[in-house]
């Protein structure tokens, strides 16, 4: 039976969201910049979307800018921060197990002139607050940590590191492409001042995400052209993926969130009993993402683990999906302190709200012989 447990690099299109995406297609399909009422149709239904997306954050609907992807939205946060404050301030606060689009963004901008301190975090994947706040200087005007990491599923106390550049007057950004809609994600409660989302990990289209940019903070634009976006981010908009975009951010229940979590804690169970010599990498209960389990399996490699699985079926990753075509291992494991052969014996399963207990039990049926065999055939 098929089993597609790779939901944390992409999830399949709610076809609710599917649904309400065709008109604007080849119905409704005027550009949103046009006067004419085609124009205006793609404009109404794009004010919708970007109200429903404000409101699923508590943030008002001029705070809200589309962008083509959480990639596109991190580089902006980072990048416009930095030309907006440089050369007056030019120091960022991150940490060293943020997702590859902020961590590249921080090398190219140390060649710009900016200095950024990369904090270390626990064996769970914590970063440290009392080093957090003792990192922030007078150059110090941004401060960017990851909400749910996209391959341990640890879900930082965004709420208290909020307060801490509150309290400092630093702004803060987070990137929350993981936990938006799967965890609580409210920007007036957490003291947030940017945050990335995107679609395709919600069940959305791929293509197309969001930077809320708190009212009254000042950021040069990264796009440039036409204006559009209230003169932030230019380009056409991509009205198809932001309706359903919207449509994807309110398609979720508490009662789906509540199953994944259950479905997670009966994977991550069973391979813990049924497989010796076995670790959970990340944090435990309320602190990891609904969908995420990343396990180490000693005495084999990962990537032997996933090709056997997907024999069977079974669909998973040896990292996350943006890293997966690089020799290099993942960052994110040697952070939390991992050694060699943990980093690489291990495999990111992610379930969705579509993901079933027949196939939970079907790849604990099948994994624990896997383990076995590879374990029979390796040489380490």
Same mark, same amino acid.
């Given at each position: 039976?098929?089993?597609?447990?790779?939901?944390?690099?992409?999830?399949?299109?709610?076809? *609710?969201?599917?649904?309400?995406?065709?008109?604007?297609?080849?119905?409704?399909?005027?550009?949103?910049?046009?006067?004419?009422?085609?124009?205006?149709?793609?404009?109404?239904?794009?004010?919708?979307?970007?109200?429903?997306?404000?409101?699923?954050?508590?943030?008002?609907?001029?705070?809200?800018?589309?962008?083509?992807?959480?990639?596109?939205?991190?580089?902006?946060?980072?990048?416009?921060?930095?030309?907006?404050?440089?050369?007056?301030?030019?120091?960022?606060?991150?940490?060293?197990?943020?997702?590859?689009?902020? #961590?590249?963004?921080?090398?190219?901008?140390?060649?710009?002139?900016?200095?950024?301190?990369?904090?270390?975090? $626990?064996?769970?994947?914590?970063?440290?607050?009392?080093?957090?706040?003792?990192?922030?200087? $007078?150059?110090?005007?941004?401060?960017?940590?990851?909400?749910?990491?996209?391959?341990?599923?640890?879900?930082?106390?965004?709420?208290?590191?909020?307060?801490?550049? *509150? *309290?400092?007057?630093?702004?803060?950004?987070? $990137?929350?492409?993981?936990?938006?809609?799967?965890?609580?994600? $409210?920007?007036?409660?957490?003291?947030?001042?940017?945050?990335?989302?995107?679609?395709?990990?919600?069940?959305?289209?791929?293509?197309?995400?969001? #930077?809320?940019?708190?009212?009254?903070?000042?950021?040069?634009?990264? +796009?440039?052209?036409?204006?559009?976006?209230?003169?932030?981010?230019?380009?056409?908009?991509?009205?198809?993926?932001?309706?359903?975009?919207? *449509?994807?951010?309110?398609?979720?229940?508490?009662?789906?969130?509540?199953?994944?979590?259950?479905?997670?804690?009966?994977?991550?169970?069973?391979?813990?009993?049924?497989?010796?010599?076995?670790?959970?990498?990340?944090?435990?209960?309320?602190?990891? #993402?609904?969908?995420?389990?990343?396990?180490?399996?000693?005495?084999?490699?990962?990537?032997?683990?996933?090709?056997?699985?997907?024999?069977?079926?079974?669909?998973?990753?040896?990292?996350?999906?943006? +890293?997966?075509?690089?020799?290099?291992?993942?960052?994110?494991?040697?952070?939390?302190?991992?050694?060699?052969?943990?980093?690489?014996?291990?495999?990111?399963?992610?379930?969705?709200?579509?993901?079933?207990?027949?196939?939970?039990?079907?790849?604990?049926?099948?994994?624990?012989?896997?383990?076995?065999?590879?374990?029979?055939?390796?040489?380490?």
């Amino acid at each position: 039976m098929k089993t597609y447990l790779d939901n944390a690099a992409t999830t399949k299109v709610d076809e *609710k969201v599917l649904k309400t995406m065709l008109p604007y297609f080849n119905t409704h399909y005027g550009n949103a910049s046009s006067m004419h009422l085609e124009g205006s149709e793609a404009k109404k239904a794009l004010e919708l979307s970007r109200k429903t997306i404000a409101k699923s954050i508590n943030a008002k609907t001029s705070e809200i800018f589309f962008t083509s992807g959480g990639t596109e939205s991190n580089n902006w946060a980072l990048k416009g921060l930095f030309w907006q404050n440089y050369p007056n301030k030019n120091h960022i606060i991150t940490t060293k197990i943020e997702h590859d689009c902020i #961590l590249n963004t921080c090398k190219w901008l140390e060649t710009q002139g900016a200095k950024i301190t990369y904090l270390g975090v $626990d064996k769970e994947g914590f970063a440290n607050l009392k080093n957090l706040e003792k990192s922030i200087t $007078d150059k110090t005007f941004l401060i960017s940590i990851i909400h749910g990491n996209n391959e341990i599923g640890t879900i930082q106390n965004i709420k208290l590191i909020g307060e801490i550049c *509150k *309290k400092n007057n630093v702004l803060f950004h987070t $990137d929350a492409c993981q936990s938006y809609t799967k965890t609580e994600l $409210d920007v007036k409660k957490q003291n947030l001042d940017l945050v990335t989302i995107n679609s395709h990990k919600i069940h959305g289209p791929k293509g197309v995400g969001a #930077l809320y940019i708190k009212e009254g903070i000042k950021i040069q634009p990264l +796009m440039h052209g036409g204006g559009h976006e209230r003169k932030m981010r230019s380009g056409t908009e991509n009205i198809p993926g932001i309706v359903g975009f919207a *449509k994807a951010s309110i398609n979720i229940s508490s009662k789906e969130i509540k199953k994944m979590i259950k479905l997670r804690d009966k994977l991550i169970k069973g391979i813990l009993e049924k497989i010796p010599n076995t670790k959970l990498n990340g944090a435990k209960g309320n602190n990891r #993402l609904a969908n995420n389990i990343n396990i180490s399996f000693n005495n084999v490699e990962g990537e032997a683990v996933g090709g056997y699985l997907e024999n069977q079926g079974i669909f998973v990753s040896t990292g996350s999906a943006c +890293m997966s075509n690089t020799l290099s291992g993942s960052h994110v494991l040697k952070a939390i302190r991992l050694s060699d052969l943990e980093q690489n014996s291990s495999i990111r399963f992610s379930i969705s709200k579509y993901t079933t207990e027949k196939e939970i039990d079907y790849v604990l049926k099948k994994l624990p012989k896997i383990i076995k065999k590879l374990r029979r055939l390796s040489p380490i």
